[in-house]
């Protein structure tokens, strides 16, 4: 009789059981079901091609293809050449839950010149980069640049020079500004000093910024 209560107690517990293993599994399943759409989201706003992008990471064009349509369940094998390949840690493309750190872990990336650090860690939207300006004369040739979108900027430290279409101005700590960045623009430091900005943008102003040629 013991042994045949102890069974069912068994039998009861696995019952109890079951329903938390499922849980488990649903939750592991969502938190793959949203690496694809990162991953698509990551390349637009790179305006990558999965042609270049199979070229950057070693996988294959149509592997790409299904792992951002999610017919593929991805792999770390997978995963590790991709995050190296968008520069975002590895826990942005699976979103992996809170470990209680709320810190950023700032990643700079230094193009022609500039230093960015970027603020804010989702694929797609508007992002937030702290940005840093070499003193005049170090930069590359003033050339304005175009490109669809919006930005807006924050002088931190330092003195910006800001050239807009036909117009220039230069703005000191706690000036900001805002423009439409379909205007020929220029942004640099003013003198020689570093001139340090906060700055927002979009994808296009994110794929403008990094660049290889530079802002």
Known sequence: MYRQHRHRRSAVARKVADPHHRAGDNREEDVLAGVGPRLRALRRARSATLAALADETGLTAS???????????????????????????????????????????????????????????????????????????????????????????????????????EEEFRLGVGEAAEFDTRVPHWIGSADGRPAELLALFGAQGERAHLAPSGH
Request: hydrophobic fraction near 40%.
């Open 63 to 165: 592997t790409l293809s299904r792992l951002e349509n999610g017919k593929l369940r991805p792999t770390l094998e997978q995963l590790l050449p991709l995050a190296r390949a968008y520069d975002v840690p590895l826990d942005d493309l699976v979103a992996a839950p809170p470990t209680g750190d709320p810190r950023v872990h700032l990643r700079p990336v230094r193009r022609s010149g500039l230093v960015m650090v970027p603020l804010t860690r989702r694929a797609g939207g508007i992002q937030a980069y702290k940005v840093i300006y070499p003193p005049a004369g170090r930069a590359s040739t003033l050339k304005l640049r175009t490109h669809e979108g919006y930005e807006w900027f924050y002088v931190l430290d330092g003195q910006v020079r800001f050239v807009l279409g």
